[in-house]
């Protein structure tokens, strides 16, 4: 769905770990359209007009430390220790998030430490302490027509409705 000229996020889960591409697709796509907690499910009549991107991961790298990474090329895993509590915390941005928003390097992983879950101040000391796994995507992205058109030309019928109602 698109906001004055810029899609709407209507469901966004993944994985970082190893997927059969085809079943972690349609697992991961059915999950996000039906099950991400933050928005409500996707009906029917929404579907010509959505579009789907993918991200397909690649190139982990561990970084020698929390800035040894590239904006817009290089998504992020950070984990650490919280020092309050000691657990041990862990979050992900893909490769576009930090350019997107315009974050320096510093913002991006305060804001991760943040989406970790970490709610104290944040010391360069406890920034040292983080383990970065850096990564590349490829980004792949249909709209509901094409899509259409793809299962048209290639079954010979129309999608039938993947989700009920």
Same mark, same amino acid.
């Given at each position: 769905m698109v906001n004055g000229g810029e899609p709407c996020l209507r469901g966004c889960i993944g994985t970082l770990e190893a997927q059969c591409l085809i079943n972690g697709f349609r697992d991961y796509a059915l999950t996000s359209a039906l099950k991400d907690r %933050? !928005? @409500? @499910? &996707? /009906? @029917?009549?929404? #579907?010509p007009s959505l579009e789907c991107t993918v991200s397909v991961l690649t190139d982990y790298e561990t970084a020698n430390n929390y800035l040894d990474w590239e904006i817009g090329k290089h998504g992020l895993i950070i984990e650490f220790i919280d020092p309050n509590n000691n657990i041990r915390r862990s979050a992900t941005y893909l490769p576009e998030v930090a350019a997107h928003e315009g974050w320096t390097k510093v913002e991006a992983i305060d804001s991760l430490m943040r989406k970790a879950? $970490?709610?104290?101040h944040i010391f360069e000391s406890l920034r040292? *302490? &983080? /383990? #970065?796994? %850096? $990564?590349? *995507?490829? &980004? !792949?992205?249909?709209? $509901? *027509?094409?899509y259409a058109l793809y299962v048209e030309a290639t079954r010979g019928a129309a999608p039938a409705s993947i989700i009920g109602g």
């Open positions: %933050r !928005f @409500p @499910p &996707i /009906q @029917p009549k929404e #579907l879950g $970490y709610s104290g040292n *302490s &983080i /383990q #970065l796994t %850096r $990564y590349q *995507s490829t &980004i !792949f992205t249909m709209t $509901y *027509s094409d």
